[in-house]
């Protein structure tokens, strides 16, 4: 492992010998993959994580979009997840077996040797099963699985059905029929099934924070992850000059989170909107922005938000609220992200499932039945969600950007993907992608 101080090359015993630090300049390590169990990340993997994540260290995350991004990196790390690699294993596990079973037992007949195939084709039908449906995986890798075990079905059909044929045994042509069959039919019905699976996190929360906490001690601070929001109560004097001035856009965020994430990104800058949460941040300008934005005509707002029960909520919130936009003729586009939106991915996001998300959804969809479609109903009540977070600072940016873009003339028929839905009395402007 190279030390990121100095750049040398450090082999365990190295590391070992000098405590943990690097042999040229003693520079301490903060990862030692060999004591980490499956989950082996070292100090030149991290480094290239923050600056990957943060786009050569030019742009701002938070610490939940570093959770996301690292656990997605050791997922593709670890995992073997091409039809390729399967079938390869397949094919050299059965000649090294059957090679070494015919030396062991060189008066083996061709009948026996039938059942060892037959057997280590079982037990892959079955490891490829278990991993087309695992949630530690990526949707990809659980794809390949599935479209491995139609194609490890068929080798089985032809090889078994060759080999009982040869050896005149109807009983073995059932099997290699059955288990062949059986293979394609779990193949094809994983891969119509993988929108409906969960994923969960390999590594916590807490973990990754004395990993950045151990990281900060030895290697200074990481200047491009942002701190908790901050409740800034008291309110700021704004100019009278600046205050009598407005925006084109609002981009009303459901977190205060991902509002800090735009704004100190210059993301208000570069398209002349305001930025904030639904929660009020910032707080310490959260009504002179409010009141600024409304002094627009043509204001158009986007509302950005998780795929949640309480996220769809937000965009019901901005559009009949007092506080908000209430009996008003604002343009409200809903960015996303939606049930829809996650269901027209094919199983493309990072989608979670836990009882306390099923139970918060029940209250919060009370007032939403009317607007939402069955579908997305039974995909909010079983407790599914995909939270902004997952995806990476410029990705969520490009997102918004062409949110803007698109409804820069919403009266127009330009080819933009927006269309009208009802809201209890009200309309607002959804999509049915997600950038």
């Given at each position: 492992?190279?030390?990121?101080?100095?750049?040398i090359d450090n082999t365990l015993k190295d590391r070992t010998g000098?405590?943990?630090?690097?042999?040229?300049?003693?520079?301490?390590?903060?990862?030692?993959?060999?004591?980490?169990?499956?989950?082996?990340?070292?100090?030149?993997?991290?480094?290239?994580?923050?600056?990957?994540?943060?786009?050569?260290?030019?742009?701002?995350?938070?610490?939940?979009?570093?959770?996301?991004?690292?656990?997605?990196?050791?997922?593709?790390?670890?995992?073997?997840?091409?039809?390729?690699?399967?079938?390869?294993?397949?094919?050299?596990?059965?000649?090294?077996?059957?090679?070494?079973?015919?030396?062991?037992?060189?008066?083996?007949?061709?009948?026996?040797?039938?059942?060892?195939?037959?057997?280590?084709?079982?037990?892959?039908?079955?490891?490829?099963?278990?991993?087309?449906?695992?949630?530690?995986?990526?949707?990809?890798?659980?794809?390949?699985?599935?479209?491995?075990?139609?194609?490890?079905?068929?080798?089985?059909?032809?090889?078994?059905?060759?080999?009982?044929?040869?050896?005149?045994?109807?009983?073995?042509?059932?099997?290699?029929?059955?288990?062949?069959?059986?293979?394609?039919?779990?193949?094809?019905?994983?891969?119509?099934?993988?929108?409906?699976?969960?994923?969960?996190?390999?590594?916590?929360?807490?973990?990754?924070?004395?990993?950045?906490?151990?990281?900060?001690?030895?290697?200074?601070?990481?200047?491009?992850?942002?701190?908790?929001?901050?409740?800034?109560?008291?309110?700021?004097?704004?100019?009278?000059?600046?205050?009598?001035?407005?925006?084109?856009?609002?981009?009303?965020?459901?977190?205060?989170?991902?509002?800090?994430?735009?704004?100190?990104?210059?993301?208000?800058?570069?398209?002349?909107?305001?930025?904030?949460?639904?929660?009020?941040?910032?707080?310490?300008?959260?009504?002179?922005?409010?009141?600024?934005?409304?002094?627009?005509?043509?204001?158009?707002?986007?509302?950005?938000?998780?795929?949640?029960?309480?996220?769809?909520?937000?965009?019901?919130?901005?559009?009949?609220?007092?506080?908000?936009?209430?009996?008003?003729?604002?343009?409200?586009?809903?960015?996303?992200?939606?049930?829809?939106?996650?269901?027209?991915?094919?199983?493309?996001?990072?989608?979670?499932?836990?009882?306390?998300?099923?139970?918060?959804?029940?209250?919060?969809?009370?007032?939403?039945?009317?607007?939402?479609?069955?579908?997305?109903?039974?995909?909010?009540?079983?407790?599914?969600?995909?939270?902004?977070?997952?995806?990476?600072?410029?990705?969520?940016?490009?997102?918004?950007?062409?949110?803007?873009?698109?409804?820069?003339?919403?009266?127009?028929?330009?080819?933009?993907?927006?269309?009208?839905?009802?809201?209890?009395?009200?309309?607002?402007?959804?999509?049915?992608?997600?950038?």
């Amino acid at each position: 492992m190279k030390c990121v101080r100095c750049g040398i090359d450090n082999t365990l015993k190295d590391r070992t010998g000098n405590y943990g630090a690097c042999k040229s300049c003693h520079h301490p390590f903060v990862f030692e993959p060999t004591q980490m169990g499956t989950t082996k990340i070292t100090d030149p993997m991290f480094v290239k994580i923050i600056a990957d994540l943060s786009v050569n260290n030019t742009l701002f995350f938070t610490p939940k979009q570093l959770l996301y991004f690292l656990d997605g990196r050791l997922r593709r790390k670890n995992a073997v997840g091409t039809k390729a690699a399967w079938i390869a294993s397949y094919g050299i596990l059965n000649f090294i077996l059957i090679l070494i079973f015919s030396n062991a037992f060189p008066f083996a007949g061709s009948d026996t040797f039938f059942w060892v195939g037959l057997i280590i084709s079982a037990f892959f039908v079955f490891a490829i099963f278990r991993t087309s449906k695992s949630e530690k995986l990526t949707t990809k890798i659980r794809r390949n699985a599935s479209e491995s075990l139609s194609i490890l079905g068929a080798i089985v059909l032809i090889l078994g059905v060759g080999a009982s044929i040869f050896l005149e045994s109807f009983f073995q042509f059932t099997l290699s029929i059955s288990l062949g069959l059986f293979a394609i039919y779990l193949g094809f019905r994983q891969a119509d099934r993988q929108q409906e699976f969960t994923q969960k996190l390999i590594i916590q929360f807490e973990q990754l924070q004395d990993w950045l906490h151990r990281w900060q001690q030895i290697n200074g601070s990481v200047v491009q992850l942002l701190p908790s929001p901050r409740e800034q109560l008291a309110p700021v004097e704004v100019n009278p000059e600046v205050s009598a001035y407005s925006f084109d856009h609002l981009v009303v965020c459901e977190k205060a989170t991902i509002a800090q994430l735009l704004i100190k990104n210059n993301f208000h800058f570069e398209h002349n909107c305001a930025i904030l949460s639904i929660t009020g941040y910032p707080e310490n300008i959260f009504e002179t922005t409010l009141e600024m934005v409304r002094r627009n005509p043509d204001l158009k707002v986007y509302v950005f938000h998780d795929c949640s029960a309480q996220g769809i909520r937000v965009v019901h919130q901005v559009k009949h609220s007092p506080q908000w936009f209430q009996n008003s003729d604002v343009a409200i586009v809903d960015v996303g992200l939606s049930p829809q939106q996650v269901i027209a991915s094919k199983g493309g996001l990072f989608v979670q499932r836990s009882p306390e998300a099923a139970q918060q959804a029940k209250p919060q969809l009370a007032e939403l039945r009317s607007s939402l479609l069955a579908a997305d109903l039974d995909w909010l009540e079983a407790g599914n969600f995909v939270e902004l977070e997952s995806f990476t600072p410029q990705k969520l940016m490009q997102v918004l950007h062409r949110s803007i873009s698109d409804t820069r003339e919403l009266d127009s028929e330009s080819g933009s993907d927006l269309f009208f839905v009802g809201d209890s009395g009200g309309y607002f402007y959804t999509s049915e992608s997600f950038g």
